[in-house]
């Protein structure tokens, strides 16, 4: 097939502080096999140099479409300026700190070419690699041929999505552009992309997993998967409005059960970061599923809501209680006898002592 005959692919590379990353994340767009792609790239308003790199890159190779954002709008609003410009049928989500493989886009185009309009989206395996890009693991698990171990669902993805099951691995996503705009695009009050257009698209169109291993996702602490378990952190109020609009999307009581299982997911991560605000509003949500509370659920709530606990402070004091008692147990069973002790509560490293330590420990 000639390139002409190719469909066009737009690939929106999204920006904000990551003028370490950016330009490899550009040039692993530039170095693709398939060359029918339009490239925009927007920037969120970063304060680092990330502005002055991709004006030099995008003059460089001359990239025409840019967005560069005078005031921080977020990944959703700043996606959706460059879809209402994207000329491709297909369009990929692009961090700028990610990393497309050389066959990416044409491995992409080709399989989502075997399918009609009511496949929405496309996803792949990738790896997850640290800020140098050594291998962590990989989304799915691989065997010796790189294909996944296990059998990864296909097709008709709402029950799993809902229910919070890891199927979709984000960084090796590819959508139909006329079903994002038909559906709005992300949703702009969103703190992050994907979930909330995942269950409105998923409802009625179809996902199909391609098993090869097409994306590297660098996993860093400045990451929105580990700022889920930061304090005062906006992410679990937006899911919250997520799970609101899958339950008004559900349409039986197993859908609401599978529900059940990722709304007190987040419910505990409310309670371990305190979230106080979110958590009346989670427990509301899970009544409304008509399934009661389980006993775990039910003494987080009271012990770390309700009564105000710390639950990082709780289990601190937990391990040094658990020590204590148990050195005080080892010096009425063990008096004159080596022992282990614990000699450190926070890692919990053994250590045997000396006879002379043991002397003078044991007459303390």
Same mark, same amino acid.
């Given at each position: 097939? #000639? ?28 170095? !693709? ?22 004006? &030099?890159?995008?003059? +460089? ?9 005078? !005031? ?30 050389? /066959? ?22 990738? &790896? %997850? ?22 059998? /990864? ?75 889920? /378990? ?21 349409? #039986? ?21 305190? %979230? ?29 809501? +309700? ?18 008692? !148990? ?15 614990? !000699? /450190? ?20």
């Amino acid at each position: 097939m #000639s390139i002409s005959e190719n469909p066009l692919v737009t690939i929106v590379c999204l920006c904000y502080n990551h003028a370490k990353f950016v330009e490899e994340s550009l040039f692993s767009v530039m170095n !693709q096999t398939y060359k029918n792609i339009e490239l925009i790239i927007v920037d969120d308003a970063s304060p680092d140099d990330s502005q002055d790199i991709i004006r &030099a890159f995008a003059q +460089k190779f001359g990239i025409k479409k840019l967005v560069l954002n005078t !005031q921080n709008l977020g990944n959703c609003k700043s996606f959706n300026k460059a879809l209402k410009s994207a000329k491709g049928k297909y369009i990929i989500d692009l961090a700028a700190d990610d990393i497309l493989l050389p /066959n990416s886009v044409e491995k992409q185009v080709a399989f989502f070419e075997q399918f009609d309009e009511k496949t929405a989206v496309v996803f792949s395996n990738g &790896a %997850d690699v640290d800020e140098n890009r050594k291998l962590l693991n990989y989304f799915f698990p691989v065997n010796n041929d790189g294909k996944s171990k296990i059998v /990864n669902k296909t097709g008709d993805l709402y029950g799993d999505l809902i229910a919070g099951n890891r199927i979709i691995n984000a960084t090796g996503v590819m959508m139909r552009t006329s079903n994002m705009r038909d559906t709005g695009g992300y949703n702009e009050s969103a703190a992050y992309e994907d979930i909330d257009y995942w269950f409105r698209t998923s409802r009625d169109y179809l996902f199909h997993y391609n098993d090869v291993i097409l994306c590297e996702k660098r996993r860093l602490t400045t990451s929105l998967a580990y700022q889920f /378990n930061l304090k005062d952190n906006k992410l679990l109020f937006s899911a919250l409005n997520d799970f609101r609009l899958a339950f008004s999307l559900n349409k #039986s009581k197993e859908e609401d059960q599978l529900l059940y299982k990722k709304i007190r997911r987040y419910l505990w991560r409310s309670i371990l970061v305190e %979230d106080y605000e979110s958590v009346p509003q989670y427990i509301e949500l899970l009544k409304k599923t008509g399934k009661s509370l389980d006993i775990f659920s039910w003494l987080m709530i009271t012990f770390f809501f +309700k009564l105000k606990i710390p639950i990082y402070w709780f289990f601190k004091n937990l391990v040094h209680l658990r020590t204590f008692v !148990q050195n005080k147990l080892t010096r009425i069973l063990f008096p004159t006898k080596s022992i282990h002790l614990w !000699q /450190n509560s926070s890692d919990f490293t053994k250590r045997i002592l000396t006879p002379e330590e043991l002397k003078g420990w044991s007459n303390a």
